[in-house]
């Protein structure tokens, strides 16, 4: 167990258009300077539970290209004016390419946790000459779309996920007060036991860590993000063209080992990494493995 709380670097906020609402993207430079067109950045794409700032612990130390981290339309910081009802996979991943092309990227390096890791996966198969690569921490693909698609069924292979999903709605339906009634459990030491399951050993995760889960809770959003998985045609990620690194704990109850061999199947340029001692947060719990791997992959 190597839980880390780190603080931010230096980064620079902005607030960018997209069809889905405003995006507040938080940039940190790369030491060779301004990328723009001819840097490959690094782009952090959070989940359906999260934020830019479940990647804090990732983010030490002066990067070469720049890393660019986004708060999604509908979470983090671009929840006003968020046009969840528009809300697709595909209109997501337009939406962080609009952003990226907006900064000057032509060509990034994608790392994305959980849905972000599925989006990243989607952003591949889209855009093939732009992505350079993909790390997916911990992706909720193909098991998490057939639990979204009938949760009734995913009580018995996925019930962490399931009970989550049928939280949100519950919470979605009650609109701000089921927000702010997240945000008010997420205070106290209950919060720590209901997200136990996500972890490998939550005793050692900070108080701190559950409290920002909490205030990153969107009910609406995970609701809109699931309903838009669970009827994805996955044989697109068969033009995935870059080198893709998909990650999970030993302990992850959102990924099966069984998602990773099928996307290693359908992508046969995947490698795959098991981090042991570790749950659904491998960037949280154990970052020192995880920018190893990174670093293994863009070396390459």
Avoid at 132 to 153: D, H, K, Q, W, Y
Avoid at 256 to 277: F, N, Q
Wanted: proline share 7%; hydrophobic share 45%.
């Amino acid at each position: 167990m190597n839980v880390q709380q780190k603080s931010a670097p230096a980064l620079r906020r902005q607030v960018l258009p997209t069809e889905l609402g405003p995006c507040i993207v938080r940039i940190q430079e790369g030491s060779r300077g301004p990328s723009g067109a001819s840097g490959t950045p690094e782009v952090y794409i959070h989940g359906a539970a999260g934020s830019w700032t479940t990647f804090q612990a990732l983010l030490s130390g002066a990067p070469a290209q720049d890393r660019v981290l986004i708060d999604l339309p509908g979470w983090g910081e671009s929840t006003k004016g968020a046009r969840l009802e528009e809300f697709s996979i595909e209109a997501m991943g337009l939406a962080v390419a609009g952003v990226l092309n907006a900064l000057g990227y032509r060509r990034w390096n994608l790392v994305g946790h959980s849905m972000g890791g599925f989006l990243a996966l989607h952003m591949a198969a889209a855009w093939p000459e732009q992505t350079a690569s993909i790390a997916a921490i911990s992706a909720t693909t193909f098991g998490v779309s057939e639990a979204s698609r009938t949760p009734l069924r995913g009580l018995r292979g996925f019930a962490a996920f399931t009970g989550m999903l049928l939280a949100m709605r519950s919470m979605a339906v009650l609109g701000p007060a089921g927000t702010a009634l997240v945000r008010t459990i997420a205070a106290t030491p209950l919060m720590r036991t209901l997200m136990s399951p996500f972890f490998a050993d939550p005793a050692a995760v900070p108080p701190a860590v559950f409290r920002e889960l909490g205030d990153d809770a969107r009910p609406a959003s995970f609701s809109a993000a699931a309903k838009a998985t669970a009827h994805y045609d996955f044989g697109r990620w068969r033009g995935i063209l870059c080198p893709v690194l998909a990650i999970r704990g030993d302990s992850d109850v959102f990924t099966p080992e069984s998602d990773l061999a099928r996307l290693a199947v359908m992508v046969p340029h995947t490698r795959l990494a098991t981090i042991p001692r570790c749950g659904h947060f491998a960037h949280i719990e154990q970052p020192d493995q995880v920018l190893r791997l990174l670093d293994e992959l863009w070396s390459r």
